[in-house]
């Protein structure tokens, strides 16, 4: 029998298995801190600030858009958890699914989408019309200006 890679309708399930403990450890901080500041209305959740960077042509926002809104669906279970012991296992079973769906969805945007995989965009700054030592200066400034932490080697 012939060995097959964990690889489901394209997505490596390496990849999903790893962003759901790595997702639950920080709601479970937030549950945390929301349980702690109960009645605080000060309590805010920052957005992705990569969504507010797809272009809204490009066929990557429609599903980063339902990703952001299923993890922070995911989010708001885990608050409500905090807040209701009552429903907890419920609300944390729902909030698993989110976070699982999600995984999925973000999967999609990189494996299939090649958003914000360095190798896709050169090739999509190419098919615009530059050639490959634009598209490469312009991705090098992009990573040097727009991001938190440039590649090593970054000039």
Partial sequence: ????HPVVRGHPLHAMTTDLPIGIVPLALAASVVARARGSREAALAAGGDWLTIPSWHEARRPATIHGLVNTSATALVIAGALLPARRAQLLGLAIACMAAGAWLGG?????LGWRVRPAELY??????????EAERAIAEHERNDTFLAPRGSP
């Fill in 1 to 4: 029998m012939k060995l097959r």
């Fill in 108 to 112: 999609d945007l990189v494996y299939r």
């Fill in 124 to 133: 999509e700054q190419i098919a615009e019309g530059k050639t490959r030592e």
